[in-house]
């Protein structure tokens, strides 16, 4: 972090013991955008999250949110939960059940603190698009309407940060995807800094603006989304739903067979298109298992319409110790790759070799 970044970011430094576990972490992160922990259940992510908020009192501690230390023993400073100007949204959306929405909402506005430059409560009831609900209980709202509710609520407090710990884990399938969008409007028009506790990859790859990824109770990796996800030393982001995210602008659509071209730089991809607009920015995510390499273009007609070139930056070997993990700069953009050992041995993959990319599907997520 810059000077600039430490005046306005977040210093997270703490050490906290329960039992066998020990959360031990030494990060500065930026002050802005959607800072997404990503790590295994039991490595520390909601343990951290508690900590942020003064739920509970690590050791040896220094946490400062934009710049305002909330801990700092040094100094012998603690500012107790209900002190800390955040919002915390759990897993469940805990609301009260013998208020309407328009009462949970107000009990929120209740602990806004007084000075708040404010969020206008009605426009985060247009925002989440609840203005219908104001007058239901609880008990008549869907899994994800709660969840949507439960944001407001936090936000109505006038928080400096929005703390979520696995927002969407109790919802199934189809009420996640409805309130993903939601939480991409926030990040997009509130510009309230939030940090956001998931073990999804495709919910990382999504709304992440800064990724932290947490093994164990240490730090394995932080850093920007797209740089940080492409990590293929850190076995967290091994797995099945090892990725990259590329960011970039649909330049064309071609609507006879329902595609559309979107161009970042260091190449384009042709992806399904869902009526998107052409100049739009939006994000691509690119699986591993899903990008083959070549060590020379494509001779004759392939059923593989996106092909790249690219650098190897990286080989190392896989989950599995059949598998190898290839990372590889196309451009500015990052790539990973997740081959057959037998394959990068026989195409002689190392590092600085120029190969092409054949990306098999990719698929937009924003």
Not at 21 to 35: A, E, R, Y
Not at 144 to 171: M, N, V
């Amino acid at each position: 972090m810059t000077a600039a970044d430490a005046e306005t970011g977040h210093r997270l430094r703490l050490r906290c013991v329960r039992g066998t576990f020990t959360l031990d972490v030494d990060i500065g992160l930026p002050g802005n955008g959607i800072t997404a922990v990503f790590g295994p259940s039991g490595c520390g992510k909601t343990t951290l999250l508690r900590c942020v908020a003064g739920l509970e009192r690590p050791q040896d501690a220094f946490i400062a949110i934009g710049g305002t230390p909330w801990q700092d023993d040094a100094r012998g400073l603690f500012l107790p939960a209900w002190q800390r100007p955040l919002g915390y949204v759990f897993q469940e959306a805990s609301l009260f059940d013998h208020l309407d929405v328009r009462g949970n909402l107000a009990y929120g506005l209740r602990r806004a603190r007084a000075s708040a430059a404010g969020i206008a409560l009605d426009g985060v009831v247009e925002l989440l698009g609840i203005g219908h609900l104001l007058d239901r209980r609880p008990h008549a709202l869907s899994g994800g309407e709660r969840q949507r509710i439960a944001i407001a609520r936090a936000l109505a407090t006038q928080p400096r940060i929005l703390l979520l710990d696995e927002p969407l884990a109790s919802l199934d399938l189809p009420r996640r995807r409805e309130i993903l969008p939601w939480l991409q409007k926030l990040r997009d028009e509130l510009r309230i800094p939030m940090l956001y506790v998931t073990h999804a990859a495709d919910e990382v790859a999504r709304l992440a603006d800064h990724l932290v990824v947490l093994e164990a109770g240490r730090v394995a990796a932080s850093g920007p989304l797209a740089a940080t996800l492409a990590r293929i030393d850190i076995p967290g982001l091994r797995g099945d739903e090892a990725a990259a995210v590329l960011e970039g602008t649909v330049e064309e659509r071609a609507t006879q067979w329902h595609l559309a071209r979107v161009a970042f730089r260091g190449g384009a991809l042709w992806i399904a298109d869902s009526g998107l607009a052409v100049g739009r920015r939006v994000r691509v995510r690119v699986l591993a298992r899903d990008v083959s390499i070549a060590t020379q273009p494509l001779a004759g007609a392939s059923s593989i319409q996106n092909v790249l070139p690219c650098v190897v930056q990286e080989v190392l070997p896989g989950p599995h110790a059949s598998q190898a993990m290839v990372r590889l700069a196309c451009g500015d953009a990052l790539l990973v790759a997740r081959i057959t050992a037998r394959a990068a041995d026989a195409l002689v993959l190392a590092p600085g070799l120029r190969v092409w990319a054949q990306v098999k599907s990719a698929a937009l997520v924003e």
